[in-house]
C-alpha cells in the first residue's frame, strides 16, 4: 500500500519515492480493479504503474500470480485511453517472460498494429515482437513487412528495432526482409535510416563482401543521417581491423571524408577511429589531430573534454603528433571543468619537452586538491612515465609525488603514487635515497596496510645498500612499536634483512630482535625468534638462504608433500628437493606485493598446471620409478600444420634423470579411427628411447594422448641440447562417418611430424633471487668456471641479454635485464635451479665494440650444471 506522506515529508526529501513502501500481495489485490466495469483509466494506469515498479526492482511474481494479474490486464484493451493503452503494452513487454499463454493478446496487439491509430502502432509493433515465437513469427511476417516501410517513422523505426532482435532467434525469416529494409535505408527520417542500416549490417555481418558492397553502396550515394555515419564508420573500421587492410582501402578513405562532415558527432567519430585503428602513422593521424585541435576551443564542453581525452589516448603512442595541438591544450588546463583541465595536464605531460616540466608541475599544484581521486591518479600515471621520459626531472617529480601522499586521499590514490615512486627508485639509483626518506615519513602516519607492509619491504630490500643504512632502522622500528600485527610482522622481517647485510650494525639489531621475541602476536614472535637464531649464527649462506632469498618452491606443493610424507612414514628425512618449484617464484610475488603476513588460507589450494601434470605422469605404470617432476614446458609445441588431418602437439616433461615427451593427437579424418598411436623419435645426441606409451584409440575428433619416455645422455651429460625427429606410427581402421562403427581391421601406416628440440632451458627452472650477492656467496666458488665468448652475429646489447635470457630460460635478477642507453657494458645476472634441485647462477658481462664479446662465469652446488650452460652457450 502507499504511504501517505505531509507537507514536512516532502520539504526534507522523504517523498521523493511515491513506490518505496510497496508490497506485492497488496499491489496484486488492487490488480482486480482491472475487472469492473466502466474501466476507471486513470486508476488502472496507476496500478501497472505499480507492478511495473515491483518487477523493475526485481520483486518475484510467481508464475499463477503474473498469469492472474496479466489475464485481468488484457481486459483494459476494451478503453480506448491512450496513456492506459500504452501502459499496457509496456506490461506485457515486462510480463511476456514471467507470464503464461500472454499470446492470447496477439489479435488484440496485430489489430492495434494495423490499425488507424498511430500512437498505438509502433508500441504495438514492439510488444507483439516480444511475445512472438519462431512459430508464430510467419503469422505476421506480412504485417512486419509492411511496417518496415511505413510512411510513420515510428513505426518504422519500432518495426525495424524489432526485427533486430528477432534476428537472434528466427535469422532466416528475418533475412528475407532485407528489401523492404533496404527501402527503409533511403528514408528522410535520420533515426529510421539508422536503424534500418543497423539491421541490413547485422543480417550481413558474417559476409565481408556483402558487408563491403553495403558500406560502398551508402556512402556513395550519401546518408541523411549523422547516427547511420557514426554507424558506417564503426563498421568500416572494424572491417579494417579484421581484414588487416592498408590504409589506402577505400574504407580508409570514407573514415577520413567524414572529418569534413557538417554534424559534429560524425566528425568526431571519424577522428575517434582512425586514432584507435593499429598501425597509423604520425602521417595519417595527422588530419583527426587537427579536427580535435579544433573541437578543443569549442564553446560545448562535452566537445572538449571528448577532443582532450582522444588526444590523451593518441598521446600514449605517438606524442610527437599531438604536440602542435600543445598551446590548445595549455588554454584547457585553466578551464572551469576539472576534468577537461587534468586531462589536458596530463596530456601534456606525456607531449611536454623537458624544460616544460617545472611549469607543468606548478600548474597542476594549483588544482590537485578540487579534483577527484580517479583524475588524481591519471595525474600520477602520466608523471610515472614523465619520470622514465626525463631521469634528469626525478627530484622535482619525486618532491611533487611526495606533496601529493601527504594530502587526504582514498586508497588507490595512495597506492598510484606509492607505485610511482617504488618504480622512479628502481629505475633511477640516484633518487633511491630521496625515496627510500619520502616512504618514510609516509608509513609514519599510512592508514592502509598493504602500503606500509609494502614500504617495510622495499626498505629491508633497499636500505642495507644506502650509503647510511642505520637512518632508517628507527622508521622501521618504530612500526613495531606503533602498529597492529601484520605490519609488526613486516618490521621484523625488514630489520632481519639488515641485520643479515651489514655487521657494524648487527649487535643493533639483535638487541631489537630481542625486544620482538615478547610480542604478543605469534607470527611477529615467531619471526623474530626465528631471525634472532639465524643471524646469531653470523654464516653469510644462511643469511642468504633463509633471510635474504628465501624459499623458491611452490608452497601448495610444500604443503601437499609434507602432508603425503606424515600419510606414508618413512626413515629417509623429509628432502625439500621433491617439493615442485614455484611457477611464479615466491621471491619475486614478495617482490611485486608485500611480505607474506598472517593470513587466513583457503581450505583447498587449486592444483597448479605442474602438479596436475604430475598426477596424470604417477598414473602411468611405466613412469613411477622417475621420481618428482621437475618441469614441463610452458607451452606444448605444435608438431603439424593446425589444418592436417592430424594435428599433434608436445609437452616436455623433465625429471632428474629422463625426460617424457607428451604428444596430444587429434584425428581430423571422420572416416578414420587410429589406434596403437605412437611418436617413435630418434636423437642427434646421446639420448635413449626407453618406452614408449601409446594412444588405445583415437576417433574422430576426441583427442587422445601417448607418450615417449626418454633416458638422459650418461657417456656425455653436458650434450643436452638435442634434436629428435619424430614419426607418428598407428593402425588405420576406416568408419562409418555417421555411427563411427569401424568396418575392416585396419592397416599399418605412419605419419611425419615435425623435428622437436630440447634445449637447455629444458633442464633449468626460472627462480627470483631478490639479493643476488648473497645468493652468489651461499652456492660458493668450489665449482665456478669462466670462459670468454664472441657473439658474432649480434649487434646489440639488448638483442643480447633477450637472446641470453631466452636461450637459457633464467630469471634475470635485480632488474639487470635492462639495458641503459647509450652504455657499451652491461651486467647480467641470471638464476635458476637446475633439474635435481641445484641452485645454478650466472654473471654475465658484455661488451660491445663491432660485436657483442660475453664474459661468462657461472657458480653450482653441483659441476655438471656449470659444464652444461659453458657448453651450450659455447
Known amino acids: 500500500m502507499l504511504k501517505k506522506f505531509d507537507k514536512k515529508d516532502e520539504e526534507s526529501g522523504g517523498g521523493s519515492n511515491p513506490f518505496q513502501h510497496l508490497e506485492k500481495s497488496a499491489v496484486l489485490q488492487e490488480a482486480r480493479v482491472f475487472n469492473e466495469t466502466p474501466i476507471n483509466p486513470r486508476k488502472c494506469a496507476h496500478i501497472l504503474t505499480k507492478i511495473l515498479y515491483l518487477i523493475n526492482q526485481g520483486e518475484h511474481l510467481g508464475t499463477t500470480e503474473a498469469t492472474e494479474a496479466f489475464f485481468a490486464m488484457t481486459k483494459l484493451f476494451q478503453s480506448n485511453d491512450p496513456t492506459l493503452r500504452r501502459m499496457c503494452y509496456l506490461t506485457i513487454k515486462e510480463m511476456s517472460c514471467i507470464a503464461e499463454d500472454v499470446i492470447i493478446v496477439t489479435s488484440s496487439l496485430t489489430k492495434d498494429m494495423t490499425g488507424k491509430e498511430d500512437n498505438y502502432r509502433g508500441p504495438a509493433v514492439r510488444a507483439l515482437c516480444q511475445i512472438t515465437d519462431s512459430t508464430m513469427l510467419q503469422a505476421i511476417e506480412r504485417y512486419m513487412k509492411q511496417a518496415i516501410v511505413d510512411k510513420v517513422p515510428s513505426v518504422s523505426s519500432s518495426a525495424l528495432v524489432s526485427s533486430l532482435h528477432l534476428l537472434k532467434c528466427s535469422f532466416d525469416v528475418v533475412k528475407r526482409w532485407v528489401n523492404e529494409a533496404q527501402e527503409a535505408a533511403s528514408s528522410d527520417n535520420i533515426m529510421v535510416q539508422y536503424h534500418a542500416l543497423g539491421l541490413l549490417y547485422h543480417v550481413r555481418k558474417n559476409d565481408r563482401l556483402a558487408v563491403n558492397k553495403m558500406i560502398s553502396k551508402f556512402t556513395r550515394h550519401g546518408l541523411k543521417s549523422p547516427f547511420a555515419y557514426c554507424m558506417m564508420i564503426r563498421v568500416a573500421s572494424k572491417q579494417l581491423e579484421e581484414e588487416d587492410s592498408s590504409h589506402n582501402s ?28 593499429p598501425g597509423c602513422s604520425a602521417k595519417e593521424l595527422a588530419p583527426a589531430v587537427s579536427v580535435l585541435q579544433l573541437f578543443c ?135 633511491k635515497e630521496t ?93 623474530a625468534t626465528f631471525y634472532l637464531n639465524v643471524l646469531e649464527q653470523k654464516q653469510k649462506a644462511l643469511n642468504a638462504g633463509y633471510i635474504l632469498n628465501g624459499l623458491t618452491v611452490s608452497i601448495p606443493g610444500l604443503e601437499r608433500a609434507l602432508q603425503q610424507y606424515t600419510l606414508e612414514p618413512s626413515e629417509k628425512p623429509f628432502d625439500l628437493k621433491s617439493v615442485p618449484l614455484a611457477t611464479t617464484p615466491m621471491a619475486e610475488q614478495r617482490a611485486e606485493s608485500t611480505p607474506i603476513t598472517t593470513v587466513k588460507q583457503p581450505e583447498k589450494v587449486a592444483a597448479t598446471r605442474q602438479e596436475i601434470f604430475q598426477e596424470q605422469l604417477a598414473a602411468v605404470p611405466e613412469f613411477r620409478g622417475l621420481g618428482p617432476l621437475f618441469k614441463s614446458s610452458p607451452e606444448p609445441v605444435a608438431l603439424t600444420e593446425s589444418e592436417t588431418e592430424y594435428v599433434i602437439r608436445c609437452t616436455k616433461h623433465t ?7 607428451q604428444f596430444d593427437c587429434t584425428n581430423t579424418l571422420n572416416d578414420q579411427t587410429l589406434e596403437n598411436v605412437t611418436v617413435h623419435m630418434e636423437a642427434t645426441e646421446a639420448y635413449e628411447v626407453v618406452c614408449y606409451v601409446p594412444a588405445r584409440s583415437l576417433p574422430y575428433n576426441q583427442p587422445g594422448t601417448c607418450y615417449t619416455l626418454v633416458a638422459l645422455p650418461r657417456e656425455d651429460p653436458t650434450a643436452v641440447a638435442c634434436t629428435f625427429s619424430c614419426m607418428m606410427k598407428f593402425t588405420v581402421k576406416d568408419c562409418d562417418p555417421t555411427t563411427g562403427e569401424t568396418d575392416d581391421e585396419g592397416y599399418e601406416d605412419e605419419y611425419v611430424l615435425e623435428d622437436l628440440e630440447v634445449t637447455v632451458a629444458d633442464h633449468i627452472q626460472k627462480v627470483m633471487k631478490l639479493n643476488f650477492e648473497a645468493a652468489w656467496d651461499e652456492v660458493g666458488d668450489e665449482f665456478e668456471k669462466e670462459e670468454t665468448f664472441t657473439l658474432s652475429t649480434i649487434k646489440t646489447l639488448e638483442e643480447a641479454v633477450g637472446n641470453i635470457v631466452k636461450f637459457l630460460g633464467m630469471h634475470p635478477c635485480e632488474r639487470s635485464d635492462r639495458v641503459p642507453d647509450n652504455k657499451n657494458t652491461h651486467t647480467l645476472l641470471l638464476a635458476g635451479v637446475f633439474r635435481g634441485g641445484h641452485d645454478i647462477l650466472l654473471r654475465s658481462r658484455l661488451l660491445l665494440l663491432d660485436t657483442v664479446t660475453m664474459q661468462v662465469t657461472a657458480r653450482s652446488s653441483e659441476e655438471l650444471p656449470v659444464d652444461i650452460i659453458l657448453a651450450s652457450v659455447g
Open 250 to 277: 577505400p574504407l580508409f578513405d570514407f573514415i577520413e571524408s567524414c572529418l569534413r562532415n557538417k554534424h559534429e558527432m560524425v566528425v568526431y567519430e571519424a577522428a575517434s577511429a582512425i586514432v584507435n585503428l
Open 297 to 431: 576551443s569549442s564553446p560545448k564542453a562535452a566537445l572538449r573534454y571528448a577532443a582532450v581525452r582522444t588526444l590523451n589516448k593518441v598521446a600514449m603512442k605517438h606524442p610527437s603528433a599531438v604536440t602542435a595541438c600543445n598551446l590548445d591544450l595549455e588554454n584547457l588546463v585553466t578551464d572551469s571543468n576539472r576534468s577537461i583541465a587534468t586531462l589536458a595536464i596530463t596530456t601534456l605531460l606525456k607531449t611536454g619537452s623537458e624544460s616544460s616540466v617545472d611549469r607543468l608541475m606548478k600548474q597542476i599544484s594549483s588544482f590537485m586538491s578540487e579534483i577527484s581521486d580517479e583524475f588524481k591518479v591519471v595525474v600520477v600515471q602520466a608523471i610515472s612515465a614523465l619520470c622514465q621520459k626525463y631521469p634528469r626531472k626525478h627530484a622535482v617529480l619525486m618532491n611533487f609525488l611526495f606533496t601529493m601522499l601527504r594530502e587526504e586521499g582514498g586508497f588507490e590514490y595512495k597506492r598510484a603514487i606509492v607505485d610511482c615512486i617504488i618504480s622512479i627508485i628502481e629505475e633511477n639509483s640516484e633518487s
Open 655 to 661: 625429471f632428474t634423470g629422463h625426460m617424457v615427451f
Open 435 to 527: 625515496g627510500l626518506s619520502h616512504l618514510c615519513e609516509f608509513i609514519e602516519d599510512c592508514e592502509f596496510t598493504v602500503l606500509a607492509t609494502r614500504i617495510l619491504h622495499l626498505l629491508g630490500q633497499e636500505g642495507p645498500k644506502t650509503n647510511n643504512p642505520s637512518k632508517y632502522i628507527r622508521f622501521i622500528y618504530n612500526r613495531v612499536v606503533l602498529e597492529h600485527e601484520e605490519v609488526r610482522a613486516g618490521a621484523v622481517s625488514a630489520l632481519a634483512k639488515f641485520g643479515a647485510q651489514n655487521e657494524e650494525m648487527l649487535p643493533s639489531i639483535l638487541v631489537l630482535l630481542k625486544r620482538c621475541v615478547m610480542d604478543d602476536d605469534n607470527e611477529v614472535r615467531d619471526r
